[in-house]
């Protein structure tokens, strides 16, 4: 199983991206997306998750401008990002609970995406 995200980039404060993420592999079901972020010195936090079924939960500093969401046809997940504030510049990783086809769940990582928020 791989997770491959990508639309990370420099955007204006102020500003959006969108950040995808794929899974792809011996996928049985994917259970809990989530999105993780590090900024330079600091531990890596979680920013938002949503479950299969589609239910989302974000952390308090990105209520309001950030969007999780799914399309469990694609295997993918999304972070559209909007109001874009230089404290939001980070790697951001995605991450999912995956059953494969042993029946087990196990957690996978993306690779991580740079998001520079800067004028």
């Known amino acids: 199983v791989q997770l491959q995200a990508s639309g990370g980039g420099l955007v204006q404060p102020g500003g959006s991206l969108r950040l995808s993420c794929a899974a792809s592999?011996?996928?049985?079901?994917?259970?809990?997306m989530n999105w993780f972020r590090q900024a330079p010195g600091k531990q890596r936090e979680l920013v938002a998750t949503i479950t299969n079924g589609g239910s989302p939960v974000y952390t308090d500093s990105v209520k309001g401008r950030f969007t999780i969401s799914r399309d469990n046809s694609k295997n993918t997940v999304y972070l559209q990002m909007n109001s874009l504030k230089p404290e939001d510049t980070a790697v951001y990783y995605c991450?999912?609970?995956?059953?494969?086809?042993?029946?087990?769940?196990?957690?996978?990582w993306g690779q991580g995406t740079q998001v520079t928020v800067s004028s």
């Open positions: 592999g011996s996928i049985v079901r994917i259970n809990a």
């Open positions: 991450n999912a609970r995956i059953m494969t086809i042993t029946l087990r769940n196990n957690d996978y």
